[in-house]
């Protein structure tokens, strides 16, 4: 079954009663084949735009949108850019990338390290807004019928990531997303392996940032890389970054 509602409350109630969220999510489709598909595509959800203190990007906006938008910072223009290629940065969207995440998600580690939030909806219940670093390992835990509307990103940050792979095209052995604020406040993400990226540091300075780094990969081995290898390299992404966002600062 295909449902396309015109609000937010009209499509709160049909994911309330079962219904599945689509917006260029079609891995969903896999899971539930059979499932009574809730089509976004109408709701007011895919704006970017700053809104105080922080960039608001609309949970339905597609990855090539913020490629698109000067008024974005230049390095989340790049993130969405590097994530996914030009075809499937037109489907991808904000939320969808994040839902669909694994461990090597370039898209879910960087906003994870800018500590975004995100603001869900359920029908007939309070909303609510959690940090993605919560959310991001318990989602698939989460009661069906709550939706992301939106992702919060604070505008204070500068975010920097390096990755290693077997070749341009290949998903990431190992990725460090690491991102500063004006102050100091310095957070620290890998990834590459596991169902979602790991929080290494998040500290008032980047004191201690790579021993961190090779702390959060002690256990981090799988058919691609082995634990000490990614061990080693994890620091040395981590000293790379820091050492791009002191020349930038």
């Not at 505008?155 to 990431?172: I, K, Q």
């Not at 604020?181 to 290494?200: K, Y």
Request: proline share 8%; charged share 25%; glycine share 6%.
């Amino acid at each position: 079954m295909y449902e396309r509602p015109r609000t937010l409350e009209e499509a709160l109630r049909l994911l309330d009663e079962g219904g599945v969220p689509l917006a260029g999510g079609l891995f969903l489709l896999r899971e539930k084949p059979q499932a009574r598909l809730v089509d976004l595509r109408d709701l007011p959800l895919s704006t970017l735009e700053k809104r105080g203190n922080a960039w608001v990007l609309g949970a339905t906006a597609t990855l090539q949108q913020v490629v698109e938008d000067e008024a974005l910072p230049d390095f989340l223009r790049e993130l969405a850019r590097t994530t996914l290629p030009h075809p499937q940065r037109a489907q991808a969207t904000v939320a969808g990338a994040l839902v669909a995440a694994d461990g090597a998600s370039l898209w879910a580690a960087g906003l994870m390290a800018l500590d975004a939030r995100l603001a869900l909806h359920r029908w007939q219940e309070a909303p609510r807004e959690v940090p993605l670093g919560d959310w991001l390992p318990l989602r698939h835990e989460w009661h069906p019928g709550w939706l992301i509307t939106q992702v919060r990103l604070p505008l204070a940050p500068r975010l920097c990531w390096e990755t290693v792979r077997r070749s341009p095209a290949d998903r990431p052995l190992l990725l460090a997303a690491v991102a500063r604020w004006p102050r100091g406040r310095t957070r620290v993400v890998l990834g590459g392996w596991g169902d979602a990226p790991h929080l290494a540091l998040d500290g008032p300075t980047p004191e201690g940032a790579e021993i961190a780094a090779r702390n959060a990969a002690h256990d981090a081995e799988d058919h691609l890389a082995s634990a000490e290898y990614r061990r080693e390299v994890a620091p040395v992404l981590v000293r790379r970054c820091l050492a791009r966002l002191e020349a930038e600062a």
